[in-house]
């Protein structure tokens, strides 16, 4: 009898101790999009969300968090327990915050771990159309010749559009003077009403434009020619001898609380992994300018280590003011 006794409180002693996170998920996840509703992040954020809801049999429910540039958003998530049912949609701006913020609260590498890259998208190099140049190399020689008079438009200082303009002059070795913009929308109309040179853009802010040849597309900014605009060269093509490390996108990144079961973080990267492979959902992501970008957690961790180290190098070569 001793012996069945032992075996009964072994058992329950063991179910006692099993890990919490077991039957993972229980209940509803919250995943903070760390930007103000109908931007391209929340609206890939809430099909992703809606997509990784129906395969893991919970609700996954949007919550915007902006301001401060993403860093609302992400310093909320840093706060949270690392259960898996708080996740965040990481952008190229929490890389860019790490290396041009002094302090922006929170310390990405350490209180955060990236679980799976989602989407990556090209930045592409546009300008107006009575500007007279055709391809990249013509605005290079135009800007040599004209030093700080070609303007470029940026959605604002510290965002992808502005910093990959940094990216592009210290390649170039130009000089072009920055009118910055609040928006990539204001942005891109500055440059159809001919007022700023050029500008670097997500195509899905500048399809319009581009459809109604309102804007003269230069170039893609990505290392390769897109899926998205085949017939547009990439920089990288039309110079290799300045240009070829040249590949700037923007993309998305699911990202927990640094401590959160590595169980978890891998069901998630296989259900993501699963999800992109839809073809509607590829379909979907691409009429909105960006592509399907998987990989596993150990690479999507280091990618996004790069990314910081990258721009931590571009702010102090291009002796950008931190804030």
Same mark, same amino acid.
């Given at each position: 009898?001793?012996?069945?006794?032992?075996?009964?409180?072994?058992?329950?002693?063991?179910?006692?101790?099993?890990?919490?996170?077991?039957?993972?998920?229980?209940?509803?996840?919250?995943?903070?999009?760390?930007?103000?509703?109908?931007?391209?992040?929340?609206?890939?954020?809430?099909?992703?969300?809606?997509?990784?809801?129906?395969?893991?049999?919970?609700?996954?429910?949007?919550?915007?968090?902006?301001?401060?540039?993403?860093?609302?958003?992400?310093?909320?998530?840093?706060?949270?327990?690392?259960?898996?049912?708080?996740?965040?949609?990481?952008?190229?701006?929490?890389?860019?915050?790490?290396?041009?913020?002094?302090?922006?609260?929170?310390?990405?590498?350490?209180?955060?771990?990236?679980?799976?890259?989602?989407?990556?998208?090209?930045?592409?190099?546009?300008?107006?159309?009575?500007?007279?140049?055709?391809?990249?190399?013509?605005?290079?020689?135009?800007?040599?010749?004209?030093?700080?008079?070609?303007?470029?438009?940026?959605?604002?200082?510290?965002?992808?559009?502005?910093?990959?303009?940094?990216?592009?002059?210290?390649?170039?070795?130009? *000089?072009?003077?920055? #009118?910055?913009? +609040?928006?990539?929308?204001?942005?891109?109309?500055? $440059?159809?009403? @001919?007022?700023?040179? %050029?500008?670097?853009?997500?195509?899905?802010?500048?399809?319009?434009?581009?459809?109604?040849?309102?804007?003269?597309?230069?170039?893609?900014?990505?290392?390769?020619?897109?899926?998205?605009?085949?017939?547009?060269?990439?920089?990288?093509?039309?110079?290799?001898?300045?240009?070829?490390?040249?590949?700037?996108?923007?993309?998305?990144?699911?990202?927990?609380? *640094?401590?959160?079961? #590595?169980?978890? +973080?891998?069901?998630?990267?296989?259900?993501?992994? $699963?999800?992109? @492979?839809?073809?509607? %959902?590829?379909?979907?992501?691409?009429?909105?300018?960006?592509?399907?970008?998987?990989?596993?957690?150990?690479?999507?961790?280091?990618?996004?280590?790069?990314?910081?180290?990258?721009?931590?190098?571009?702010?102090?070569?291009?002796?950008?003011?931190?804030?």
């Amino acid at each position: 009898m001793k012996k069945y006794c032992r075996i009964f409180y072994g058992a329950l002693l063991t179910l006692a101790l099993a890990p919490a996170h077991a039957a993972w998920p229980e209940r509803p996840i919250t995943l903070v999009i760390p930007f103000p509703p109908g931007g391209g992040t929340d609206v890939i954020g809430r099909i992703i969300g809606k997509e990784l809801g129906d395969s893991l049999g919970v609700n996954v429910v949007g919550e915007n968090k902006s301001g401060a540039g993403g860093n609302i958003g992400t310093r909320y998530v840093t706060g949270a327990k690392p259960d898996g049912y708080t996740l965040l949609m990481g952008t190229t701006a929490q890389t860019i915050s790490a290396a041009l913020y002094k302090a922006p609260g929170y310390d990405l590498l350490t209180q955060l771990d990236a679980v799976v890259t989602i989407n990556s998208g090209p930045m592409i190099l546009f300008s107006r159309n009575s500007l007279e140049v055709s391809s990249v190399n013509d605005l290079i020689k135009l800007a040599k010749q004209n030093p700080e008079k070609i303007s470029y438009a940026s959605a604002g200082y510290g965002t992808s559009s502005h910093m990959a303009a940094e990216v592009f002059t210290l390649a170039t070795g130009i *000089k072009l003077l920055h #009118v910055p913009f +609040q928006g990539a929308a204001p942005a891109m109309s500055s $440059v159809v009403a @001919g007022q700023v040179d %050029i500008t670097f853009d997500m195509l899905s802010t500048a399809k319009p434009f581009v459809m109604d040849n309102k804007v003269k597309s230069i170039g893609m900014g990505g290392g390769e020619r897109s899926p998205l605009m085949p017939e547009l060269k990439s920089l990288s093509e039309q110079n290799p001898e300045l240009l070829k490390s040249f590949n700037e996108t923007a993309w998305n990144v699911l990202m927990v609380p *640094k401590g959160t079961p #590595v169980e978890i +973080q891998q069901k998630i990267n296989d259900k993501i992994k $699963v999800i992109l @492979g839809d073809e509607k %959902i590829k379909a979907r992501l691409m009429d909105m300018g960006s592509v399907p970008f998987w990989k596993n957690v150990p690479d999507s961790g280091s990618f996004v280590a790069d990314d910081v180290a990258k721009w931590k190098k571009v702010v102090e070569d291009a002796n950008i003011e931190r804030m």
